[in-house]
């Protein structure tokens, strides 16, 4: 993976456009495309970063607002995402909203000179305060987020072009809610608890909603991204950037609880409590399952076992690491709700980070519990032998490549959709840096540190360190194809001729 200082919060707001009341309330959710970073693939509300110049607009009633940018990036967001100008004092001709959006969107010119240029006139009041929201720290890119509720103008329909997003519609709450039990459709924790505040009508809306991010933390913090699946970030010691590890647990009724990584007593007590609450609605924890045997995976898997009385699963090479009592094969099946298939999880080996490695799939809702094989984000993980192994890690790749899966559930950083565009890239990327680390060799042996410089130039100096493990790993393959030869701590290019 690659390193870099701890993320930052970003500050942004977000959008809950509604329409209608009653039983007929709707509120608009969008699709991120398979292309974006962050969370491709996931449901989500219009919205994005604050630019410097959202603290230009002008509002008629809130010229000292504190969350006046705020509110300003709300309002350009939702304009450029979904051509919804939101907020006015008063109506706006319609048709020339589409040319200023394209206008904006070609960033010929600003929200706050499109303000000016056609006399728009905004209500900060027109935007009700609908809840702070900051991404936990399993992101590497993250985000300060507040929320806005806002009625749709009368005679604007919201429309999505194609880019940042890939579709939008608008839904009832009740209906978006019985997509996400179904497993259909993924979404961050604010998407949840504002739909649960939308479901229950419109009296005291707003004041529901602002009490979101609270009612997520109580008892615990609680990340329920699909149904039946909760990540819990459990802070531990992992390469860098990463600064916690994924824990999961999976199931409606019986549970599976995938990486409890740290085995600190502070980090327990909140996975403990997480589990209690979870118990609380009859969900019961039936197995602890090991990706693989790195500490940050299973540092606290002692301590649930101790607690819970529950056995732990993980494949027969990561048995001779650690105490296992149930010995996992490829292809196993691991049943939760005795009887029933919706809840069953389908291990896969995948060595090539370690050779006991394992990946958990769940078929129905198209879900991968990933561990170390595949990294949340743009990163890529540390091949490092003797353990790594980059042939077979390709294989695993192009082996999961294959495989029915929506959603990749990483043990370190953000989960997301794309799946299958994340794994091509996977084998692309490494693909591409074999073919560096082959033409870094010439027909003299030379010195990892020598070719590390060569092979891994695009990578920051800081990094070659990692590096180097990644390009032995790469260089072992070359030498299993006949492509690469060493001499000692040395390498060099194999001729075709070569004996």
């Given amino acids: 993976m690659v390193a870099s200082d701890a993320p930052r919060f970003r500050d942004s707001a977000v959008v809950v456009l509604v329409r209608g009341h009653g039983r007929d309330l709707e509120t608009f959710w969008v699709k991120r495309s398979d292309e974006v970073a962050v969370m491709p693939g996931f449901q989500a509300f219009p919205g994005g970063k604050v630019s410097a110049e959202d603290s230009e607009l002008e509002f008629e009633d809130a010229a000292d607002l504190p969350?006046?940018?705020?509110?300003?990036?709300?309002?350009?967001?939702?304009?450029?995402?979904?051509?919804?100008?939101?907020?006015?004092?008063?109506?706006?001709?319609?048709?020339?909203?589409?040319t200023a959006r394209q206008r904006l969107l070609a960033e010929e010119t600003s929200f706050p000179a499109l303000q000016r240029e056609h006399g728009w006139r905004f209500r900060a009041g027109a935007l009700a305060y609908a809840g702070r929201w900051q991404t936990p720290p399993f992101a590497t890119t993250r985000f300060d987020a507040t929320y806005y509720l806002v009625r749709v103008p009368e005679g604007q329909s919201p429309s999505i072009r194609a880019g940042e997003l890939a579709s939008g519609e608008w839904t009832t709450p009740a209906a978006a809610m019985e997509r996400y039990r179904r497993g259909e459709v993924a979404f961050a924790a604010p998407i949840l608890w504002t739909l649960d505040a939308l479901a229950a009508g419109e009296d005291g809306l707003a004041e529901r909603l602002a009490r979101g991010p609270g009612r997520a933390a109580t008892p615990v913090q609680r990340i329920e991204l699909k149904w039946g699946i909760v990540l819990h970030p459990m802070k531990t010691r992992p390469l860098p950037p990463a600064t916690h590890t994924n824990a999961y647990l999976i199931g409606e009724r019986e549970m599976a609880l995938i990486d409890p990584g740290s085995g600190e007593p502070a980090a327990l007590e909140k996975l403990f409590a997480l589990i209690d609450s979870l118990g609380a609605e009859g969900r019961r924890l039936a197995i602890v399952l090991a990706s693989h045997h790195h500490p940050d995976h299973v540092g606290g898997v002692d301590g649930v076992r101790e607690r819970y009385r529950v056995p732990v699963g993980a494949h027969r090479q990561t048995a001779v690491q650690m105490r296992v009592d149930r010995v996992l094969d490829d292809g196993e099946r691991i049943a939760l709700e005795p009887g029933a298939g919706e809840w069953s999880l389908r291990a896969i080996h995948t060595p090539g980070?370690?050779?006991?490695?394992?990946?958990?799939?769940?078929?129905?809702?198209?879900?991968?519990?990933?561990?170390?094989?595949?990294?949340?984000?743009?990163?890529?993980?540390?091949?490092?032998?003797?353990?790594?192994?980059?042939?077979?890690?390709?294989?695993?790749?192009?082996?999961?490549?294959?495989?029915?899966?929506?959603?990749?559930?990483?043990?370190?950083?953000?989960?997301?959709?794309?799946?299958?565009?994340?794994?091509?890239?996977?084998?692309?990327h490494r693909r591409k840096r074999e073919a560096l680390v082959l033409a870094a060799l010439g027909e003299a042996p030379e010195a990892l540190d020598a070719l590390v410089a060569r092979a891994y130039r695009d990578t920051p100096t800081e990094l070659w360190g990692y590096a180097e493990r990644s390009l032995l790993a790469h260089l072992e393959k070359l030498e299993a194809e006949g492509r690469a030869a060493r001499a000692g701590e040395r390498w060099r290019r194999l001729a075709p001729d070569d004996d």
């Fill in 353 to 428: 980070h370690a050779r006991g490695h394992l990946c958990f799939i769940h078929p129905r809702t198209g879900s991968l519990f990933c561990g170390d094989h595949i990294p949340g984000g743009t990163g890529t993980v540390i091949i490092d032998p003797p353990e790594g192994n980059m042939a077979a890690y390709v294989r695993s790749l192009e082996r999961l490549r294959d495989e029915p899966i929506e959603t990749l559930f990483p043990g370190h950083g953000s989960p997301q959709g794309a799946a299958r565009r994340r794994i091509e890239w996977l084998i692309s």
């Fill in 67 to 98: 969350d006046r940018a705020l509110r300003a990036c709300a309002l350009r967001e939702a304009f450029e995402e979904t051509g919804v100008l939101a907020g006015l004092a008063a109506p706006v001709a319609i048709d020339a909203l589409e």
